[in-house]
């Protein structure tokens, strides 16, 4: 912070301004002159965050002390500058009116240094705390600038959902570990592998992306929380972080929707002579979710049997079938027709299960 | 009017004001001479708003010649020029003001004797 205050002493009397002039030195503080509204104002919007206090006269040629303390006070860059109203006894009126027009305080002439010094010092400190206030608001902007960038960053990173969970105020509570009903659904490409050991790695890479974008595109549209994707197999779930009512019907919706947006892309690329198929498991069911990894890297995932099932079903689909856990077509029965596949027999799971294909949407 | 009571120059106010800048007699001397130079104008153009019947004229030198002449203890001055002040605001210049307007051209010259023998006797000491 400065080290000298700085005052602008605003009166048409050469004598009171000489006067006031040298008994603010005597206190130490750097003094500007005005000698009517109008040059006080030019100096004011000047140096408006160098000056600390206006001392101002009230009846003046130009411009009065009531319409510069006007001026002034309707302006946001010198509203915040202390104004200390200079008057003779006799005019305790407009001392009044000046107050009423937002002056700090006021001095009658002749001055009395003490009295000035007192003022002073009482304007002077609440200009400090002002700035200090100032100071503080620009600090806590920046730090929300950095934190609101740091957040658009993590968007682009985690799935929207996750990056909004991590901000919000239970997303402690929730990232330590909670149980919840989910729709998973797992999709990959079939005959990707087989795909990526012929292809260029350019190539390769083009054809994941186009798929990628074509995925992401349906998951948000469809509010899905993107749990992982490791090549051309995606994870997605719903009703987590965000509770959502519909979570199975989001789930086929989207699925519905991918595999008919993939016609066209998979029709594109076995023009360029790549054969590959689209499949999809989902399945309903109780998870635990919350934050999973180690420190370092931390993954907000899901675990449990409705994650290995979607995951088994989605490797038992064909190209193009959507398959069902008998569970999840219960749910979704009234929007959807589906045709049963008969029982499958799951790695890791005991018991066949039935599962059904996404025939068309109702 | 308590007129007669009034001293054409308090020096306590110009000793209050040497004090108050800790005791520079210089300074005030100086200020004493400012005073005198500026005052001509302002006493001219009070003249004039008379003259002229102007009473929005007369307002602000009569207001500074009382401000700068009360600064300095010129109490009696300061006085006439806040009773034209007044009448300049009333917006009618009547004959008290004119009666006053007239006094003010002696109570200037006592006034400036005054300050004048006040910084003789301050340069003397």
Known sequence: MRDARIALVVDDSRVNRLVLTRQLSALGLEVLEAENGIEALDLVRAHASAIDVVLLDVIMPELDGYDTLAAMKADDATRHIPVIIVSGVEELD??????ELGATDYLTKPINPRVLEARLN??????????LELEHIEQQRRLTETIDRQKTELSRFLSPQISALISSPEGEQLLAGHRRMITVAFCDLRGFTSFAEQADPEEMLGVLGEYHRMIGESIVRHGGTLEHFAGDGVM????????????VERGVRMAVEMRSRFEDLGAGWRKRGYELGFGIGIAVGYATLGRIGFEGRYDYGAIGNVVILASRLSSQAAANQILLSQRAAGMVEEIVDVESVGELQIKGLSRPVSASNVRVLR | MNEPETPVLDAAVLEELAASVGGDGEFVVDLIETYLDDTEGQFAAIEAAVAADDPAALVRPAHTLKSSSATLGAKRLAERARALEIAGRSERIDDGARIDAEQLAQDWREARTA???WMTRSDAS
């Open chain 1, 122 to 131: 009482a304007s002077l400190a609440a200009k400090r705390l002002r700035d």
């Open chain 1, 94 to 99: 407009s001392v009044v009116r000046c107050i």
């Open chain 2, 115 to 117: 300050l004048q023998e």
């Open chain 1, 236 to 247: 997605v779930f719903f009703n987590d972080p965000i509770v959502q009512e519909d979570h």
